[in-house]
Protein backbone atom coordinates (compact mmCIF):
# COMPACT_ATOMS: atom_id res chain seq x y z
CA UNK A 1 0.00 0.00 0.00
CA UNK A 2 1.31 3.64 -0.99
CA UNK A 3 0.93 6.18 1.56
CA UNK A 4 2.26 9.86 1.69
CA UNK A 5 2.31 12.62 4.15
CA UNK A 6 -0.89 14.67 4.05
CA UNK A 7 -1.30 18.55 4.90
CA UNK A 8 -4.76 20.26 5.94
CA UNK A 9 -5.05 23.67 6.80
CA UNK A 10 -8.16 25.16 8.23
CA UNK A 11 -9.45 28.78 8.55
CA UNK A 12 -11.68 29.94 11.04
CA UNK A 13 -13.12 33.58 11.53
CA UNK A 14 -10.58 33.72 14.23
CA UNK A 15 -7.90 32.71 16.83
CA UNK A 16 -10.30 31.89 19.34
CA UNK A 17 -12.88 30.10 16.70
CA UNK A 18 -9.61 27.92 15.66
CA UNK A 19 -8.57 27.15 19.19
CA UNK A 20 -12.12 26.17 20.48
CA UNK A 21 -12.44 23.58 17.44
CA UNK A 22 -9.48 22.21 17.84
CA UNK A 23 -10.36 19.46 20.61
CA UNK A 24 -13.57 18.81 18.24
CA UNK A 25 -11.64 18.19 14.90
CA UNK A 26 -9.03 16.53 16.67
CA UNK A 27 -11.46 14.05 18.30
CA UNK A 28 -13.77 13.39 14.90
CA UNK A 29 -10.41 12.45 13.23
CA UNK A 30 -9.96 10.41 15.62
CA UNK A 31 -13.74 8.67 14.93
CA UNK A 32 -12.89 8.97 11.25
CA UNK A 33 -9.76 6.38 12.09
CA UNK A 34 -11.72 4.17 14.16
CA UNK A 35 -14.20 3.85 11.78
CA UNK A 36 -11.23 3.05 9.15
CA UNK A 37 -10.36 0.66 10.77
CA UNK A 38 -13.70 -1.35 11.32
CA UNK A 39 -14.23 -0.61 7.62
CA UNK A 40 -10.38 -2.13 7.02
CA UNK A 41 -11.92 -5.52 9.00
CA UNK A 42 -15.31 -5.55 8.19
CA UNK A 43 -15.33 -4.43 4.52
CA UNK A 44 -16.65 -7.90 2.71
CA UNK A 45 -19.39 -8.66 4.90
CA UNK A 46 -21.87 -6.78 2.86
CA UNK A 47 -24.95 -4.41 3.48
CA UNK A 48 -24.96 -5.72 7.09
CA UNK A 49 -21.17 -5.04 7.92
CA UNK A 50 -22.04 -1.74 6.17
CA UNK A 51 -25.35 -1.25 8.25
CA UNK A 52 -23.79 -1.93 11.65
CA UNK A 53 -20.19 0.38 10.49
CA UNK A 54 -22.87 3.18 10.13
CA UNK A 55 -24.33 2.99 13.47
CA UNK A 56 -21.41 2.44 15.04
CA UNK A 57 -19.71 5.55 13.69
CA UNK A 58 -22.68 7.73 12.27
CA UNK A 59 -21.47 11.05 12.84
CA UNK A 60 -18.83 10.31 10.65
CA UNK A 61 -20.48 8.64 7.82
CA UNK A 62 -22.67 12.05 7.99
CA UNK A 63 -20.34 14.64 8.19
CA UNK A 64 -18.49 12.67 5.30
CA UNK A 65 -21.60 12.83 3.43
CA UNK A 66 -20.98 8.77 2.19
CA UNK A 67 -23.94 7.74 0.20
CA UNK A 68 -25.07 4.29 0.85
CA UNK A 69 -23.89 1.88 -2.25
CA UNK A 70 -26.70 -0.08 -3.50
CA UNK A 71 -24.55 -2.92 -4.62
CA UNK A 72 -20.51 -2.73 -4.17
CA UNK A 73 -20.08 -2.58 -0.30
CA UNK A 74 -16.33 -3.68 -0.07
CA UNK A 75 -14.55 -0.24 -1.71
CA UNK A 76 -16.65 2.54 -1.81
CA UNK A 77 -14.67 4.15 0.88
CA UNK A 78 -11.44 3.73 -0.14
CA UNK A 79 -9.96 7.00 0.31
CA UNK A 80 -12.85 8.64 2.07
CA UNK A 81 -12.15 7.32 5.56
CA UNK A 82 -8.04 8.18 5.36
CA UNK A 83 -7.39 9.77 9.02
CA UNK A 84 -4.16 10.95 9.74
CA UNK A 85 -4.96 10.60 13.64
CA UNK A 86 -2.13 8.75 15.37
CA UNK A 87 -0.53 8.11 12.20
CA UNK A 88 3.12 8.64 11.29
CA UNK A 89 4.17 12.18 11.28
CA UNK A 90 1.05 12.86 12.84
CA UNK A 91 0.62 16.12 14.12
CA UNK A 92 -2.11 18.74 14.92
CA UNK A 93 -2.44 22.22 16.25
CA UNK A 94 -2.78 25.68 15.89
CA UNK A 95 -1.28 28.58 13.80
CA UNK A 96 -3.26 31.92 14.14
CA UNK A 97 -6.52 31.14 12.70
CA UNK A 98 -5.73 28.43 11.47
CA UNK A 99 -6.14 24.63 12.66
CA UNK A 100 -3.21 22.39 10.94
CA UNK A 101 -2.78 18.78 11.00
CA UNK A 102 -1.19 16.23 8.83
CA UNK A 103 -0.18 12.31 9.21
CA UNK A 104 0.78 9.72 6.98
CA UNK A 105 -2.46 7.93 4.93
CA UNK A 106 -2.98 6.05 1.68
CA UNK A 107 -1.44 8.19 -1.17
CA UNK A 108 -5.18 8.16 -2.89
CA UNK A 109 -6.68 9.42 -0.15
CA UNK A 110 -9.61 11.33 -0.92
CA UNK A 111 -9.69 14.75 1.72
CA UNK A 112 -12.56 16.58 -0.14
CA UNK A 113 -15.84 15.25 1.70
CA UNK A 114 -13.19 15.39 5.23
CA UNK A 115 -12.65 19.60 4.08
CA UNK A 116 -16.24 19.73 3.52
CA UNK A 117 -16.65 18.83 6.77
CA UNK A 118 -14.56 21.18 8.40
CA UNK A 119 -16.40 24.03 6.45
CA UNK A 120 -19.96 22.21 7.33
CA UNK A 121 -19.64 20.81 10.84
CA UNK A 122 -17.09 22.58 12.27
CA UNK A 123 -17.53 26.33 11.14
CA UNK A 124 -14.58 26.75 9.10
CA UNK A 125 -14.75 29.34 6.42
CA UNK A 126 -12.40 27.68 4.15
CA UNK A 127 -10.33 24.81 4.03
CA UNK A 128 -7.54 23.07 2.11
CA UNK A 129 -5.07 20.18 1.66
CA UNK A 130 -1.76 18.75 0.10
CA UNK A 131 0.04 15.67 -0.25
CA UNK A 132 3.57 15.76 -0.18
CA UNK A 133 3.56 14.12 -3.37
CA UNK A 134 3.35 17.35 -4.74
CA UNK A 135 4.92 19.44 -2.29
CA UNK A 136 7.77 21.56 -2.12
CA UNK A 137 9.60 23.24 0.92
CA UNK A 138 6.78 24.81 3.10
CA UNK A 139 3.62 22.30 2.24
CA UNK A 140 1.24 24.73 4.69
CA UNK A 141 2.35 27.59 2.95
CA UNK A 142 1.71 26.12 -0.40
CA UNK A 143 -2.05 25.33 0.53
CA UNK A 144 -4.15 28.08 -0.36
CA UNK A 145 -7.17 28.81 2.56
Known amino acids: MGEAIYYAKVRFESQEKAEESLPKVEAFLKRMSE ?3 KWQETRDGGKDADD ?4 E ?3 VYLALKLPKPENEFSNYCA ?8 QEYWEIRTDGDCILFSG ?7 WEPLM ?6 FGAIVA ?4 DEYAETDIYSQISV
Open 35 to 37: AED
Open 52 to 55: ARRL
Open 57 to 59: FPE
Open 79 to 86: GKLSSPYG
Open 104 to 110: TVWHFAD
Open 116 to 121: DAMKQC
Open 128 to 131: GYLS
